[in-house]
């Protein structure tokens, strides 16, 4: 496998993992590295023993997908993120329209790449963070053939029900998610406001249905 197919995998793990986490009884106090590890743990062995999965079935990832809730993910911050400024001005319609069709973008265009999991691990970096930190990032190698991948999360420590550690951002070979598609998403902003973005990302969606 090359470094390039690696990397591709190693996105998809990343949108597996803030996708289509495991449902699982999670300890509020579960420290972040160790979420990471188990999601991640958890997401390969289930990739590596779906065939489907593997082959880029687009239906099967997005079944995974939503019959697993987003427990361990923050995808209104990750999204609010990607949109920028203007999302404050979004309606609440708005708001879960892009959210639908971002997390359609993400699984589309990753599905293909589970074709490249086979052999590989996650290792998982000692954590550097105060106990007392809100926000911290876990840094992690995908290891298979060739060079490892980098594969890091943002997270960040969430209150009250549901409490734990939610991920709002992933980093592939040292490019941040949540900004390459803020950059992305900012002509169309620009061109068409929230609406034509929300029309943009379901153009895209629908053009990759036909495809797969």
Known sequence: MNRRSLGRMAASLAAMAALALPLAVRAADEAP??????????????????????????SKVIALVDSKI???????????????PQWRQATPEQRSRLQQEFKT????????????????????????????????VVRTE????????????????????GAGWKIYNLNVLGV????????????????????GLIQTLAKRNQSNDKKS
């Open 33 to 58: 590295d160790a979420l990471i590890k188990r999601l991640s743990t958890e997401t390969l062995d289930a990739i590596k023993a779906d065939s489907s999965l593997r082959s880029g079935d687009v």
């Open 70 to 84: 987003m427990p361990s993910v923050n995808f209104q911050r990750m999204t609010a993120a990607a949109v920028g």
């Open 176 to 195: 941040w998610l949540v900004e390459t598609y803020r950059s992305q998403f900012a002509q169309q902003l620009s061109n068409g406001g929230i609406d």
């Open 105 to 136: 973008l993400l699984v589309r265009t990753y599905a293909g790449a589970l074709s490249q999991v086979s052999d590989q691990s996650i290792s998982v970096k000692p954590l550097r963070a105060d106990p007392s930190d809100k926000e911290v």
């Open 142 to 161: 995908v290891i298979g053939r060739g060079d490892p991948i980098q594969l890091d999360y943002r997270l960040e420590k969430t209150p009250g029900e």
